[in-house]
C-alpha cells in the first residue's frame, strides 16, 4: 500500500488528544487498503488502528464511521469505532477525516478450515438481517455491472473489454427482478477477514464498499474471495460457507439458480476493477496484468456445468 500521509510523534499526539489518549509507546505504518492510511498504535495496555481517508470527503468518511457503529448496536462484529471525547465518529487532521478503532488481533488467513468457513457464512447471513441504514449507497460501486461499458474509454478494442461484453450478457440473464437485497459488503476477500489465534472464528472488516444490494451477490463474491485455489473454485470449501449461511438464512429458489453467474460475477467485477484501476486511474506498468488471474477464476466458474455447481447445496 502506498503511503500518503506521514505522521509523526506530535502530529499523532495531536490527533490522539482529542479522544483523551495522552500515552503513546509505538506506532508503524500498517498494509492495506489503496484508500487509506493505516498506523497501528501502541498505548499502555491497549492498541489501536488509526485510519487516515485519503480520498473520502468528511461526510463519506462519518458515514462509514456511523455504519461501524450502527453495525456494533446490532450485535455484528467488526471493527469497534472509537469516539472521540465530544462524542465525534471522526476528526479531521490536515483537512482529511480521521476515524480511530480498536485493534483486533489476529491474522490473515488465505486457506481457511472447514470449520471457520461455516463460521462465516453464519457471519454473513447476520449481516444480511440487519437493517439497513438510510445513508448506505442503494447501488453496487465496486465492480458494478453498469460500470463495464467504462473500459470503451481507455481500451474499446481490447480482447478484455470483448469478454467483459460477453460476460455481462451471461450474468443479466440472471438478474432477476424477484431476488432479495439486503445490506451487503460487497468486497469479502481473505484479505479483509481477521482470524482469531484458535481458527475458531474470524472478524469481517473494511466496510468500505458496503451498500444495499443482491444478497446472492456478497455470497458469490466471499465464495471468490474465500473459497478460491489458485484460478479455481473449491466447491467443498463453498459447500462449507453456503452450510454456515443457510443455518440462519434459507436460500430462496430463485437465489440458487442465480449463484453460480453471481460468483462468476464477483470474480468478474474484481478483474474489472483492477483492469480499470491500474491500466487507466491509477497506473501502474508492474500490475497491468493484475486483473487476469480474476478472468480466469470467471472463465474457471463459468466451466463448471449447471449441476456440478450445485453440489455446494447438498447437505
Given at each position: 500500500?502506498?503511503?500518503?500521509?506521514?505522521?509523526?510523534?506530535?502530529?499523532?499526539?495531536?490527533?490522539?488528544?482529542?479522544?483523551?489518549?495522552?500515552?503513546?509507546?509505538?506506532?508503524?505504518?500498517?498494509?492495506?487498503?489503496?484508500?487509506?492510511?493505516?498506523?497501528?498504535?501502541?498505548?499502555?495496555?491497549?492498541?489501536?488502528?488509526?485510519?487516515?481517508?485519503?480520498?473520502?470527503?468528511?461526510?463519506?468518511?462519518?458515514?462509514?464511521?456511523?455504519?461501524?457503529?450502527?453495525?456494533?448496536?446490532?450485535?455484528?462484529?467488526?471493527?469497534?469505532?472509537?469516539?472521540?471525547?465530544?462524542?465525534?465518529?471522526?476528526?479531521?487532521?490536515?483537512?482529511?477525516?480521521?476515524?480511530?478503532?480498536?485493534?483486533?488481533?489476529?491474522?490473515?488467513?488465505?486457506?481457511?478450515?472447514?470449520?471457520?468457513?461455516?463460521?462465516?457464512?453464519?457471519?454473513?447471513?447476520?449481516?444480511?438481517?440487519?437493517?439497513?441504514?438510510?445513508?448506505?449507497?442503494?447501488?453496487?460501486?465496486?465492480?458494478?455491472?453498469?460500470?463495464?461499458?467504462?473500459?470503451?474509454?481507455?481500451?474499446?478494442?481490447?480482447?478484455?473489454?470483448?469478454?467483459?461484453?460477453?460476460?455481462?450478457?451471461?450474468?443479466?440473464?440472471?438478474?432477476y427482478p424477484e431476488?432479495?437485497?439486503?445490506?451487503?459488503?460487497?468486497?469479502?476477500?481473505?484479505?479483509?477477514?481477521?482470524?482469531?489465534?484458535?481458527?475458531?472464528?474470524?472478524?469481517?472488516?473494511?466496510?468500505?464498499?458496503?451498500?444495499?444490494?443482491?444478497?446472492?451477490?456478497?455470497?458469490?463474491?466471499?465464495?471468490?474471495?474465500?473459497?478460491?485455489?489458485?484460478?479455481?473454485?473449491?466447491?467443498?470449501?463453498a459447500k462449507k460457507?453456503?452450510?454456515?449461511?443457510?443455518?440462519?438464512?434459507?436460500?430462496?429458489?430463485?437465489?440458487?439458480?442465480?449463484?453460480?453467474?453471481?460468483?462468476?460475477?464477483?470474480?468478474t467485477a474484481t478483474?474489472?476493477?483492477?483492469?480499470?484501476?491500474?491500466?487507466?486511474?491509477?497506473?501502474?506498468?508492474?500490475?497491468?496484468?493484475?486483473?487476469?488471474?480474476?478472468?480466469?477464476?470467471?472463465?474457471?466458474?463459468?466451466?463448471?456445468?449447471?449441476?456440478?455447481?450445485?453440489?455446494?447445496?447438498?447437505?
Amino acid at each position: 500500500m502506498a503511503q500518503y500521509t506521514v505522521l509523526n510523534d506530535e502530529s499523532i499526539q495531536t490527533i490522539l488528544i482529542h479522544y483523551g489518549i495522552e500515552k503513546v509507546t509505538s506506532y508503524k505504518i500498517l498494509s492495506g487498503g489503496s484508500e487509506n492510511t493505516n498506523y497501528l498504535i501502541n498505548t499502555n495496555g491497549k492498541a489501536f488502528v488509526l485510519t487516515v481517508c485519503e480520498q473520502k470527503s468528511v461526510q463519506e468518511a462519518e458515514e462509514l464511521a456511523s455504519l461501524l457503529n450502527y453495525l456494533e448496536r446490532n450485535n455484528f462484529s467488526t471493527s469497534k469505532l472509537v469516539k472521540a471525547k465530544t462524542g465525534k465518529l471522526t476528526v479531521t487532521f490536515s483537512n482529511k477525516p480521521i476515524i480511530l478503532k480498536e485493534f483486533i488481533e489476529g491474522d490473515i488467513l488465505q486457506d481457511f478450515p472447514d470449520n471457520l468457513l461455516v463460521y462465516l457464512g453464519e457471519e454473513l447471513a447476520k449481516l444480511h438481517q440487519v437493517k439497513v441504514p438510510n445513508y448506505v449507497p442503494k447501488t453496487l460501486n465496486y465492480g458494478s455491472i453498469d460500470r463495464f461499458d467504462e473500459v470503451q474509454v481507455y481500451a474499446p478494442d481490447s480482447s478484455f473489454y470483448k469478454w467483459l461484453k460477453e460476460v455481462k450478457t451471461y450474468i443479466k440473464k440472471y438478474i432477476y427482478p424477484e431476488l432479495p437485497k439486503s445490506l451487503i459488503h460487497s468486497d469479502i476477500f481473505y484479505s479483509n477477514i481477521i482470524v482469531s489465534d484458535d481458527l475458531k472464528t474470524g472478524t469481517i472488516m473494511d466496510f468500505e464498499e458496503a451498500c444495499y444490494y443482491y444478497r446472492v451477490f456478497d455470497i458469490g463474491m466471499m465464495i471468490v474471495g474465500t473459497c478460491c485455489q489458485e484460478e479455481t473454485i473449491n466447491l467443498h470449501k463453498a459447500k462449507k460457507l453456503l452450510k454456515g449461511y443457510q443455518q440462519n438464512i434459507k436460500l430462496k429458489e430463485v437465489e440458487i439458480e442465480a449463484l453460480q453467474a453471481f460468483t462468476i460475477y464477483g470474480a468478474t467485477a474484481t478483474a474489472f476493477w483492477r483492469h480499470q484501476n491500474f491500466n487507466y486511474i491509477n497506473v501502474i506498468p508492474s500490475m497491468k496484468n493484475h486483473y487476469v488471474s480474476m478472468k480466469n477464476l470467471a472463465d474457471s466458474i463459468l466451466s463448471i456445468s449447471i449441476n456440478e455447481f450445485k453440489t455446494v447445496f447438498n447437505k
